[in-house]
């Protein structure tokens, strides 16, 4: 009996190892600390959150730490702030982990709480939070921008995809691939915070490339892609003309083939 009890507590003493090693550890939060003319209830709630979740990594001044990168400096400021934290890329789990969309740890309140702290303490140089009225914009004007600016990455239908980009411009040889996200899921504001910040691998659009009416039209056109008119018939999951067109040509030859043998008579064969 105890010969046959061995093996299986090996085996769930194996188990619960490996489920133990697997386990993530709940990301590092140090303790804020109040001066001694501060209460706890009179802080900023922005500069609260700022020091709780984010100074670990970019600094309690913003200039950034062997963690996180420095916040005073480039497209940083009031929108590009929104848009990590609204789009759920920000905080990390784990430092230095890569940004990943995700649900916004965050509610809309302490989002702008954070921003108003971030921009008003270290006074980046990127820009503040766009105010857009999408009922300014014009649907023909936003196609026209879309195909000209974004359709080449994000697809004309705007599902993304991925490619390849040459990190180093002095070896061009060199490539790594990246993921253009499907803006399905973002809202107007956080795209237009992403045109207007380029983070990550995307480009920056100022108002000279892209106009505010041009900006607002553009969100129009992106809303519209969400579930477009699809009157040349099935949409086939909106993956674009190449695939829609292989499919076109597949399932035609092959009812074409079939309509032919059906009407059509072998060799041999009698009426």
């Known amino acids: 009996m105890r010969r046959s009890l061995a093996p299986l507590l090996l085996m769930l003493a194996t188990v619960a190892g490996c ?7 709940e ?11 501060e209460a706890a209830g009179s802080v900023d709630p922005g500069q609260h959150l700022y020091m709780r979740d984010c100074a670990y990594c970019h ?24 848009f990590v934290l609204r789009t759920g890329r920000m905080p990390v789990a784990a430092p230095p982990q890569q940004m990943e969309p995700g649900p916004p740890v965050y509610n809309d309140r302490e989002i702008a709480d954070i921003v108003a702290y971030v921009t008003s303490q270290f006074r980046a140089p990127g820009p ?12 023909a004007v936003g196609q026209q921008v879309y195909q000209e600016h974004c359709a080449a990455c994000h697809s004309t239908t705007g599902i ?11 070896e061009p040889r060199k490539t790594r691939g990246i993921v253009i996200p499907d803006f399905g899921r973002s809202g107007p504001l956080a795209v237009a915070e992403a045109v207007r910040t ?20 553009l969100l129009v056109y992106m809303g519209y892609l969400k579930d477009p008119a699809d009157e040349g018939g099935a949409p086939i999951g909106r993956i674009g003309p190449v695939v829609e067109g292989a499919v076109g040509w597949l399932v035609g030859l092959g009812l074409l083939l079939l309509v032919i043998r059906w009407i059509g008579t072998k060799a041999g064969e009698v009426e």
């Open 19 to 25: 489920t133990y090693f697997r386990e993530e550890a």
């Open 27 to 37: 990301p590092y939060r140090p303790p804020v600390y109040y001066g001694p003319s």
């Open 59 to 82: 600094g309690n001044d913003g200039k950034g730490t062997s963690q996180g990168p420095d916040l005073t400096v480039e497209t940083n400021g009031g929108a590009l702030t929104d």
């Open 128 to 139: 503040a939070v766009p105010n857009v009225d999408l009922s300014k914009g014009e649907l």
């Open 160 to 170: 993304g995809g991925a490619m390849l980009i040459h990190p180093d411009e002095d």
């Open 198 to 217: 380029g983070p990550g691998s995307m480009p920056v659009f100022g108002t000279r490339a892209i106009s505010d009416h041009e900006l607002e039209s």
